[in-house]
C-alpha cells in the first residue's frame, strides 16, 4: 500500500490528508502545531507534532520510507524550501510542494521539488483523486455531479475493442477520445513518436497498448471505473 506524509495541516494540507484518507491511503499527518495535529487525530493513520524544519527529526521519523510527501507550509517560503530540500536529500522519491509565487516555485524545482502546486489551481480533491489512484493522469469537474478522466486500461483489457470492454453498459461512462503514441519517421531517418487523438472513437476501436482512454460520466461512475 501506498504511504504519503503530509507536511503542514494548514486548510490545504488538512484537506489533502483527508482526502487521501477517505480513500484508504495510509497518511502520516505532520505540523509544528499541536492544535492542527490534535484536530488530524483519528481521521488519519498517524500525526506527530514535529519542526519539518528539522532534518535529523524527518530522518528518526523515518520519512524516507514514504512514497511521496506533500509540503504544505504557509508560514515562510524558506521553511518549505528547507523541507522539500531535506526530503530530497533524504530519499523521498516523489515531493509535492504547495507554492505562493512563480518565483517560489522556480526555486521549489531548483531544489528538487517533483511537482508544484498552487492552491488556488488545483482542488485538493482533484491531486489526492490522481495521487490515490496511478491509472489516473488527470480529472476535470465539469460540474457537482459530472467529470472527465484520462485512463489507462489494465492489461487483460488490451486489444479488445470498446464494444467488447462495454464501458459504456457495465459503468454508464462514454470513451470520448482515445489518445496514442503514433511512431514516425523524423528528416534525419530516426523513428520517433508523436501524439494522435482519436475523437468519438466507435465500438470497432481497438485498445491498443499504451493507449489513454479520455472518458466522461457521473464522477460516481468514473470513480467505479477506476476499480477495474
Known sequence: MKQFVVIGLGRFGSSIAKALSIKKIDVLAIDRD??????????????????????????????????????????????????????????VQQVIVKAQSELHAKILKKVGADRIIFPEREMAERLAESLASPKIFDFIELSDAYGIIEMVLPKRLIDKTLAQVKLREKYAVSVIAIKRKVPYTKDDGATDFRDEILIGPGGNDEIIAGDVLIIMGKNEDLAKIQKI
Not at 499541536?34 to 519539518?52: N, P
Not at 524527518?58 to 508560514?75: C, H, P, Q, R, W
Request: proline fraction near 0%; aromatic fraction near 2%.
Open 34 to 91: 499541536e492544535a492542527r495535529v490534535r484536530e488530524m487525530e483519528g481521521i488519519v493513520g498517524q500525526t506527530v507534532v514535529l519542526d519539518a524544519t528539522d532534518e535529523k527529526a524527518l530522518k528518526e521519523l523515518g520519512v524516507a520510507d514514504f512514497d511521496t510527501a506533500i509540503v504544505s507550509m504557509g508560514e515562510t517560503i524558506e521553511d518549505s524550501i528547507m523541507i522539500t530540500l531535506s526530503l530530497k536529500e533524504l530519499g
